[in-house]
């Protein structure tokens, strides 16, 4: 309900289509459909320019499997983050066309979104980043991004990184997934001229705290350019990333 | 020196024009100016996409002249973050034709960037948030961006947010600045499909414990499509802001 | 024992009727039982407004069964919390008249309150908070009160909250409980001149870290009018509300 | 502008009494004034049951003048708080009909609400809380709330506690604010059967770590009952007390 | 190895009844078998006034047996801490004439010291604070020293612990156990002139932080006489005990 | 007010020598002074086995001086505690026979208590510990300890503690005060069989966390027998080592 | 590719051996494998002075096994740390001549470097701190170290320690390791005149914070010439005691 | 005292040249001496390869110079560390000979030690951190280390290291201090083969927390072979440096 439909209502209940009270009531409708635990914002995929998506951790599997049909019955596209094996099983009973990623955990049903856009790289410290870096890469290829993956290009060596600067710079976005030291963020952004995302993970032990060592160094970044998001967020980079893509 | 240089260099030396010494040093030495405590990179510019910027907090004043004169004498144009009225009283000195910008603390000497991309808003929570907002907000108008200021919006009163839905709509990128509680980003997020850099700030007491309620507010916003910078970090925020805008 | 009865007390003794020694015995003997292990306090149901509430984690089920069992025998009500399903069926064998809330892991014996005051609103963020919010909803309505549930309107589309205002404004206490960035009970507080509970919520991840984000958020409300209670604490919130609602 | 009165606008669109393009005006424009680095919601006093508070600190005396002087103007009382002396000896220019309170470092324009609802409890710990505790125990008297003061009541001698608990007791709401080991709002509030309001407050060194020993103490309050606002948050305490009085 | 006895290995030297060399591996030689991974003690019991004592946590159940058995053949007594009940099973193989006390998760086998000292009070603020009391109050008896169980005496209801006061007054040494606000330690220390040995338990959740908010709270007892042992470190809280009460 | 006053005082109203009227008074009337913003609790004298502490950091000069007025009107004696020299000066103008002590920044009024118990060892690991050292020194002091000072003999060259281990065996109780890694605590607490009060102290820096961690290392400490206070509480120690020592 | 090589290269040019194309491959193409999840660095094991160590947690099996086939093929060694026995039995049919050492659960396949530099006492403050101490001491072994080991020295009874003087002062390099409150660093280092490497460990419970307490007490060492790695990191110790042994 | 002179000395009662009480003095007198407020430990010089080191920081001048005179009049060298210049002008007047390095805000009087071991690399992130990069490199100069200072060249511009690649591979020893990401020391420590001594320091601001974002992310370097010290210990840096260049 935009300005200009405002006043297109307006105009109708002057030229007496419409009466006041039929005009109170779809000012007061807003668009979501309520399943007691659970609203649907149908106007979402409009305004986010993606469909709704369900953070499927702390949801019993019957919440998402309802949340996700309800979903599908709008003819929207669904897409389930944080996913266990068992729960997918039981989402592809009802949804059977859909698609199950299991190194990303994700589940996704419906169109994929156009290609627009740039390239997205997605580059992780580690091999044990992997998890989370799929996340988002999933997500963003879903949405319409072309992804080029480069994993395992920690700063322990930092030539493995420099090696791959030209891939680096032709990207429109870059999302730097690390753990521990979460230096990756810092010298990525130093060698291009695009936007990073910086995904800290809960690798690492001891003083990693979960993540929190890498959390703080890239909020340090001594390179400016970098927009960091919450630990093992590989969804919210994604979304990120494809906003910033568009 | 990209790929194509290096490979215009190395056929050089094949056609005898560049000697393998010569071609050596021109490999070896990097472009940058040492002044013994600080080495100006005069790549960043190409690089970055904007000149270097003087970080000026810990720095002494003759250490910040002596960088920007540095910088000036190279032709790049120069931003000091974090300047106080007395260090700028000495910059000014130095650089007669520099520009202080008391509210934001930054100073700026040189060519202002060609506008450049969409509008960016710069949205504060509350009038102790402008400072750190000014920051963003100057040092995105030099680097040539269109800003809007919408400051005081913070959502104990969300109708004063509401009420200007289109001008955030009709961004490429937002800003949200807050203290506090730091919901601003949050709601501003979940009302627009544009990238959102969040900046924490430190207004606050107690228990915000300088700026860290609501950085983790902002780390766990439950609206996607937020980066995070860090606590009073405007420029920061603006560096981003101006890579997506561009 | 009051000032009156104490007065009454001590003309008694002057009067002949009591001797110094049955009167100090009567001073002396808390209106307390002891289990050894829990000092059973009768005198609560009067001074606090509801019966003893038997905190049910840490315990074992032995001696919640023991505790309870105890209250009842008094012909007290007993509100047990955090009871898992497999203690729950071990209570239904001691107190088979109980009745075991799973969603809210609540189980009560007794004679529900009779209605009082106005209406408590309860308001979630999203889905996962739920049990939390559904612990507050159904102590209160077992101490006596009209409860509202208002689930899945947190800030991410602020229009949700919005298109509710109205139930807001009709309570006469709010609580509302969310995880993540917390966002909820300042949006809430600044729509409504009522008092507004917040329950943080251990719902999300990361930098959430078990809840502390949305604490801290709520503690820091830019709104104000809001008080706080512990994580997770859905019966804390319960308690405050009513005693606010009497 | 509530449901009624647009109920009552749309009509008068239907009677042609207002134009289209004239109800489009009065809809968007809500009811604040815009002084640039803040907004003055003038609504506020109605939905809140109190005139904007300004917090004083982050703020300029410049601003902190100008927008008292703005809410002047509406007819409006202001409450300014954390006003330090030189600051009040400026506002006292511009508003010299102001009161200065400087125990309470609060200072307050306008008209006392009238006397309402029960009596408040304010009870500190220490000698040292008294700054917090008057900025509560002001505030609620210039909203038209009945104070007593019991100070200095710790539960290190917890016989002068007791000593008072027909005080205690015959309060609709109580106020409890203490630094250190904060204990005394679970005392407090396991005496009686009112809402108690905890403020933890930085006095005390070492691990009290500015107030957060008193603050976490407080949500762990061993007694239900109580809500918890930010350390040294004597206003936020009194606002949430005037709503639960009222 | 003291004063006195050096004095007369020196002499000894003198009168030729002992070699330098003899003498030097005397001095050398320390007191302590080596089991490879454990060195034990066998000064230590003249030392610190009471056996090695075997912390169980984070050591396999067969290098804790072998610890024992060395100490038992030294003739030692031997009390083992944390002790899980299969660990117990065990133990009682080897040492079968030793007592595993569950409630406390102790295990002792030896002679029990001859009783001494004043009388020792340990008060919990809880039901759940028992496993830790139990362990301070089971390790004091064996130790040598009266105690005196005063259980779930919090201060939520105040008057359950005033009426024991004399209980308390009578004690040479008081251990308060709690959890949550830790409000024991300082209400029961304002009660009483001696010593109280205070012990934070990880009973609570959310913002307790695993006993963090009790300790805190009894770090910044506002009354004077406390000393702060570990968390749930029932053990320590009683060897501090033993020795002030010698 | 014991339990024998109350019984003669109930005889007395049995017998009419005192009206019920009478008796309430004397009951409800406790032994302190109000001064509005302290309670002085002259009952503590007797009950603590010291006089009223005044906690000088927090309180103005004009709030310290009318307290210690107060108690020393009472015939009581006096100690505050954290004098800076100029409150100092002022306090001698009201107690002209009052000692200031500008190393620990104590200032006394009133007599000595007579000598008891056994010695009070005070160690402290550097020399940048003695501020708190001498607190902890002069109040045990003052309260009728002997006191012996060990300072800098910190566990970087363990020979100069291990040079006074027959100074440490020979004391009834050691208060062990050290900053940075507290590591004097457990090496003390080894070598001796008496009980060892450890007060961390904010000297050191960066990681140090103004004295955490040298808290956290002596609530750890890994030989048993350690009580710790606050960080910096020289007196807390003091007073814990005087009960112990009586 | 170092200087001299490149000055190779670049005459390969010049004398037309090599076209410039050719060249810029050898430059681009670092010597590195992709296994798509993992870069196996070749060059690593000439730079660091030893083969690539794989970080077993957080790899799954297969991963694991493919990296550790990829170096053998290589001809190089394989270091595996935090394999747990199942992935143990894995590994040992892919290489079969591997060895498993249970207690410091590390995999080693290859030549064992030749014994090189002093000797290194790998000392520990408990029995409990083992499995951390044997990561350190087995990698060393393998780098080519020799190793004594020192364990359960802690300061609990400092003379145990006292009496190994000798073996510490005769090393080239100490690394200790110890949990709880980490104090065997500083008394370590005050006694040596070599470098001394602090591990801390997660051994303790409560206010250990899973190592944090031993963590701060190293980094605040009163003693200097320690250097401090992450909490139980057993291996980052030998690697770097392994360099400066070289 | 070592081993052998304990053999002499024991022998010498023997022979009768020492008399048994003469060598318990001998024995109990450890070479220090007692200013009262602080021990000086002549030994150290010979135990630790480096005479005393005074902390300035939290001593007064007066202490500070009559430690320092002590020193100079054993003949030993004397360092003193965080000597503001109003310090530096007292010892000055004291020890005339004395120099004092204002960058670095050492004091040093006596002989620098001979010229030994290898090179040590200084390296900086940034220009901020040239005070604590100066303590290490003077201090280490003092101790008779040949220095290099390679300033400024912190990741975000990683071209600026690599270029002096030859440089730090020449290193035995790499002292890497850096603020903010603290990112440098895992890049420096991936490129060479020597320790790593890695310095945070308290350079930055927000979610910087004083040093402890880079102190985290050098504790979990993703590359191995760093030893970390305290935030800004730049002394700490150099002793370790020093022990393992010798």
Not at 89 to 109: D, M, V
Not at 133 to 159: K, P
Not at 171 to 186: F, H, K, N, Q, Y
Request: proline fraction near 3%.
């Amino acid at each position: 309900m935009n300005r200009e439909s405002l006043y297109r209502l307006l105009y109708e209940i002057k030229d007496g289509n419409v009466t006041p009270t039929e005009a109170l009531e779809k000012l007061a409708i807003l668009p979501y459909e309520d399943l007691g635990y659970a609203r649907i914002d149908h106007h979402r995929a409009l305004r986010r320019g993606f469909p709704e998506v369900i953070f499927g951790s702390g949801k019993t599997v019957d919440q998402i499997t309802r949340i996700a049909q309800g979903l599908k019955e709008m003819g929207q596209s669904v897409l389930v983050t944080r996913v266990d094996p068992s729960a997918a099983a039981s989402l592809e009973l009802t949804l059977p066309e859909g698609e199950y990623f299991e190194s990303s955990r994700l589940f996704f049903w419906g169109r994929r979104a156009g290609r627009h856009g740039g390239r997205v790289v997605v580059a992780t410290g580690g091999t044990a980043d992997l998890p989370v870096a799929e996340e988002a890469a999933v997500a963003l290829e879903v949405m319409g991004n072309e992804v080029e993956r480069l994993y395992d290009v920690g700063v322990a060596g930092v030539h493995r990184l420099l090696s791959r600067v030209e891939d680096l710079r032709s990207a429109r976005v870059i999302i730097a997934v690390a753990g521990m030291d979460g230096a990756l963020a810092s010298v990525v952004s130093g060698l291009v001229d695009v936007p990073v995302v910086a995904v800290p993970t809960s690798v690492g032990y001891g003083a990693s705290f979960g993540g929190v060592a890498a959390l703080l160094s890239m909020l340090n970044s001594c390179s400016s350019g970098v927009g960091v998001v919450n630990i093992d967020n590989g969804f919210g980079a994604a979304a990120l990333a494809n906003l910033i893509n568009r």
